[in-house]
């Protein structure tokens, strides 16, 4: 069987350090340039964990598409490592998708954003922040860190609290950063802790892949006050978001509420975990829906989109 896509691994400039990505494309010549979809995972996920289906999906429906790792996570560069900020990521995200747009066999005006879970969260939010993206999807998305917070109970949210007062000292000095779970056990000082949370969050994990199941503790009351659904609103362009009615770390209601403020806003309801939209019948049927938005939206074979022109704000 003919190859249907390449993928290639690519690196792009954000801030201080080089940010780690795949770049997929279409197998055979474009007689002008297409579509791209830019990738980003959740919290503290690398490329590596499972977004690599949806890009492979993506890529056969005749998209260009690049998924990428933040700064100082995975293959990414970045100092010190496994520090998670906000403003930082969502940098990352913009020279993502200012790198897609750089390249010559894609349509600067047809450029889609996917995020998941956390990088859901950041999806939203960049979609607001830039008018001149086309479309945009949000799977699972964090949308408040107060409903997030209060998934994962009192024990566990002392025990973060702490460490992050340390941490936050270990800034300061310059200090090794001290750490905190980012899934784990019932209890535990982990940032998920919800039954589901530590298997499944492993479980897209492939073997062999080396990945820390920890984090900065500094950021903690960050997310805690972190609520990027409140930027549904701002969003101008078509917005699909796949919702988890069954989510343990990213409560259904509360996305739900967010995204019925989203001008173009659809919304698709499943009735799994957070977790579970990654794998089987449920990653099938979510993709199924995210290529009929991507194709409704921004066709492989359309003309070459106008520049848009953008009123001041």
């Given at each position: 069987m003919a190859a249907t896509h390449e993928r290639t691994d690519v690196t792009f400039r954000s801030g201080d350090a080089d940010c780690a990505a795949w770049l997929y494309r279409p197998a055979g010549e474009r007689s002008r340039p297409g579509p791209a979809v830019v990738l980003g995972h959740g919290l503290g996920a690398i490329k590596e964990m499972g977004l690599d289906a949806y890009a492979e999906r993506f890529v056969e429906a005749g998209y260009t598409v690049l998924m990428?790792?933040?700064?100082?996570?995975?293959?990414?560069?970045?100092?010190?490592?496994?520090?998670?900020?906000?403003?930082?990521?969502?940098?990352?995200?913009?020279?993502?998708?200012?790198?897609a747009r750089s390249l010559p066999d894609v349509d600067p005006e047809r450029m889609a954003i996917f995020?998941?879970?956390?990088?859901?969260?950041?999806?939203?939010?960049?979609?607001?922040?830039?008018?001149?993206?086309?479309?945009?999807?949000?799977?699972?998305?964090?949308?408040?860190?107060?409903?997030?917070?209060?998934?994962?109970?009192?024990?566990?949210?002392?025990?973060?609290?702490?460490?992050?007062?340390?941490?936050?000292?270990?800034?300061?000095?310059?200090?090794?950063?001290?750490?905190?779970?980012?899934?784990?056990?019932?209890?535990?000082?982990?940032?998920?802790?919800?039954?589901?949370?530590l298997p499944g969050y492993l479980g897209l994990v492939p073997p062999g892949t080396d990945f820390t199941n920890e984090v900065a503790a500094r950021i903690v009351p960050r997310?805690?006050?972190?609520?990027?659904?409140?930027?549904?609103?701002?969003?101008?362009?078509?917005?699909?978001?796949?919702?988890?009615?069954?989510d343990s770390v990213a409560p259904a209601a509360t996305t739900v509420r967010y995204a019925s403020k989203a001008p173009r806003g659809e919304i698709v309801r499943y009735p799994i975990g957070h977790f579970d939209i990654y794998?089987?019948?449920?990653?099938?049927r979510a993709i199924d829906d995210q290529l009929a938005f991507l194709r409704r939206h921004i066709p492989v074979n359309a003309a070459p989109a106008e520049p848009r022109q953008l009123n001041a704000t």
């Open positions: 990428f790792d933040y700064r100082h996570f995975g293959a990414s560069g970045g100092e010190p490592r496994q520090v998670l900020d906000i403003e930082r990521q969502l940098a990352d995200w913009a020279a993502a998708i200012a790198y995020g998941s879970s956390f990088g859901g969260g950041h999806a939203i939010v960049t979609a607001a922040r830039d008018p001149r993206i086309a479309a945009a999807i949000a799977q699972c998305p964090f949308t408040s860190g107060t409903a997030s917070s209060l998934t994962i109970g009192p024990v566990s949210t002392a025990k973060l609290s702490a460490r992050a007062a340390r941490d936050e000292i270990a800034r300061l000095r310059h200090a090794e950063p001290v750490r905190v779970g980012l899934a784990g056990p019932r209890g535990s000082a982990a940032l998920m802790t919800p039954p589901d949370a997310l805690m006050l972190h609520h990027p659904g409140r930027s549904a609103k701002r969003v101008r362009c078509p917005i699909l978001f796949c919702v988890c009615d069954s794998k089987g019948e449920p990653l099938e």
